[in-house]
């Protein structure tokens, strides 16, 4: 019967609170900058916009959710 060489899990970095709240920023800084850009556009994509919208506002709730967990 042969072994089996298993190999070691790659030790995975957990994120600070802080890391979090720039990244999650930074996203939503993203998503707006976008947002703007689409509306003032000649023929604004409706439905792209209500998209980006919905994860604005799903980005500003997750902050509270995120300081909750850590």
Request: aromatic share 6%; glycine share 2%; charged share 25%.
């Amino acid at each position: 019967m042969k072994r089996r060489h298993t190999k070691a899990k790659p030790q995975i970095e957990t994120a600070t609170l802080d890391e979090i709240q720039i990244y999650i920023e930074q996203l939503c800084d993203h998503h707006q900058q976008e947002w703007h850009q689409r509306l003032i556009a000649p023929a604004p994509d409706w439905t792209y916009l209500l998209g980006l919208h919905l994860r604005i506002v799903e980005l500003e709730h997750m902050q509270p959710a995120v300081e909750e967990l850590l």
